[in-house]
């Protein structure tokens, strides 16, 4: 499962819950949240570039303890990271925005655009 270039506004604590598999979850914008991305029972996710702002609780963390990431160029602000780590890559391509870049593009292209 990929998700990538994501707004996540005012999300109190329903973010991204990744159970099981493989993920891969990379320049998203966490705008104003508590509980970010919850990866548990056994799954394994490559996190890259995330911002977080204004998020002053959970970034990246594993609420049953199983969940691991390899998390790189992330921005987490106050928001903590204690999730386990591990070592994943994803057998496809795709291109990275810096983490500074992250917040004016999701903003200005994520969601419908009318």
């Known amino acids: 499962m990929t998700m ?5 506004l005012n999300v109190n604590s329903r973010g991204p819950s990744l159970r099981f598999g493989t993920g891969h ?3 998203n914008y966490y705008d104003n949240m508590n509980d970010c991305i919850n990866i548990r029972k056994g799954a394994k996710a490559l ?4 911002v977080f702002a204004g998020s002053s609780a959970k970034g990246l963390y594993s609420v049953d ?3 691991k990431a390899q998390a790189s160029g992330n921005d987490f602000g106050k928001a903590s990271n204690s999730i386990g780590s591990t ?3 994803m057998k496809y391509k795709y291109s990275l925005k810096n983490a ?3 917040a004016s ?3 200005s292209n994520a969601g419908a655009i009318l």
């Open 25 to 27: 979850i990379y320049n």
């Open 4 to 8: 990538k270039r994501l707004h996540w």
């Open 100 to 102: 500074g870049d992250v």
């Open 65 to 67: 303890g199983t969940g």
């Open 47 to 50: 996190v890259e570039n995330n």
């Open 105 to 107: 593009y999701v903003k």
């Open 87 to 89: 070592t994943l890559s």
